[in-house]
């Protein structure tokens, strides 16, 4: 099986611009979780996506916003961006059936915001 | 929600050495406790978890124990090399409001040769 893919896997932006990333789970996973990674922060969690529907939500400012669409497939987006949102931003997915289902990570997206 | 702590957030060892990882969480209602390792611009992948019903857990070289009444659990890696050398995440899930991966801070291991 393919594994998660991201794309892009690199963007650099400036301050107030808007940014779309996209992750694409393996086939037949249904949940889509995303994740902020920064030095100083690690790793924390934005928001988890299972049938097209937000199932949970980390504590980020409403800059961040994602979705769904029918095939699994899931982007999210940062609006007016900050200096402080550059990191790495990694996507999992899992089957979704249950919240101990295993989490397989893509590669992620480094943003940098000049 | 889920306050995690992992300790310490460095280590080095000498190859061959044991190396263990502690990480402690404050939801009672966890249940789910995996580990993750991260090389160097690579993904987090998972290395071993351990359910609430489990006190321990063994794959090879590496090992999870669980103390669910101290609310903590370890990883244990033996006979180390150095590909183990990585960050190593500790990741308590709760089934109750949070049902999130919560992610420890990090544990830097450097296995020296």
């Known amino acids: 099986k393919a594994g998660v893919t991201q794309t892009p896997r690199y963007l650099i932006k400036t301050r107030g611009q808007q940014v779309t990333l996209s992750c694409s789970p393996i086939?037949?996973?249904?949940?889509v979780s995303w994740y902020q990674q920064t030095p100083g922060q690690g790793l924390q969690f934005l928001f988890e996506?299972?049938?097209?529907?937000?199932?949970n939500k980390g504590n980020f400012p409403g800059r961040f916003s994602g979705r769904q669409f029918s095939n699994s497939r899931s982007e999210m987006n940062v609006s007016t961006l900050e200096l402080g949102d550059s990191a790495l931003y990694l996507c999992?997915?899992?089957?979704?059936?249950?919240?101990?289902?295993?989490?397989?990570f893509g590669p992620g997206t480094r943003l940098t915001v000049l | 929600g889920e306050n995690v702590e992992q300790h310490p957030s460095t280590l080095s060892v000498q190859e061959g050495d044991s190396a263990v990882i502690k990480c402690t969480y404050s939801d009672s209602a966890s249940n789910y406790f995996p580990w993750y390792k991260q090389e160097l611009g690579k993904r987090p992948q998972l290395i071993i978890d351990i359910r609430s019903n489990v006190g321990e857990k063994k794959d090879q070289r590496i090992a999870v124990t669980l103390n669910k009444t101290a609310k903590h659990f370890s990883l244990h890696i033996t006979e180390t090399q150095p590909e183990d050398s990585a960050v190593y995440f500790c990741?308590?899930?709760?089934?109750?409001?949070?049902?999130?991966?919560?992610f420890g801070s990090g544990t830097q291991l450097t296995v020296l040769p």
């Open positions: 086939s037949g996973h249904r949940s």
């Open positions: 996506y299972f049938s097209e529907t937000q199932r």
């Open positions: 990741a308590p899930w709760s089934s109750g409001s949070a049902r999130q991966l919560t």
């Open positions: 999992a997915s899992s089957l979704g059936s249950s919240g101990t289902d295993t989490q397989y």
